[in-house]
């Protein structure tokens, strides 16, 4: 079993900035990719971002492209999701999740019901 804790989250305006981090313990040695994924109310859980522990390689999706950029520290099992130039779309609920043998996709979709192992979320909230 993977254990992962999302921390970060906030308040923030339009326009501004947030670094989300996840910690990830357990069982990792099997695990390739992290996921973040976000939910806001009354919409499906959408796959935001993802990267390969191994290599970095990245995956975003097309709505925060150029403004959102996942990273890695393998010594601190900690990935990170650096937000900028927020919106009001932005606000949601941001969950980290992880899978044994699974690897970011190359293009399309971040598929959560690839993902079995979830964080408890973190809320995001972009207002003025």
């Known amino acids: 079993q993977v254990q992962l804790v999302e921390s970060g989250g906030g308040l923030v305006q339009p326009g501004g900035s947030l670094r989300l981090s996840c910690a990830t313990s357990?069982?990792?040695?099997?695990?390739?990719?992290i996921g973040w994924f976000r939910q806001a109310p009354g919409k499906e859980r959408e796959g935001v971002s993802c990267?390969?522990?191994?290599?970095?390689?990245?995956y975003y999706a097309d709505s925060v492209k150029g403004r959102f950029t996942i990273s890695r520290d393998n010594s601190r099992n900690t990935v990170y999701l650096q937000m900028s130039s927020l919106k009001p779309e932005d606000t949601a609920v941001y969950y980290c999740?992880?899978?044994?043998?699974?690897?970011?996709?190359?293009?399309?979709?971040?598929?959560?019901?690839?993902?079995?192992?979830w964080g408890q979320g973190t809320q995001v909230t972009v207002s003025s």
């Open positions: 990267i390969n522990r191994s290599d970095g390689t990245t």
């Open positions: 357990g069982d990792t040695l099997h695990v390739h990719a």
């Open positions: 999740a992880a899978d044994a043998d699974l690897y970011c996709p190359d293009y399309g979709y971040l598929r959560a019901l690839d993902f079995h192992s």
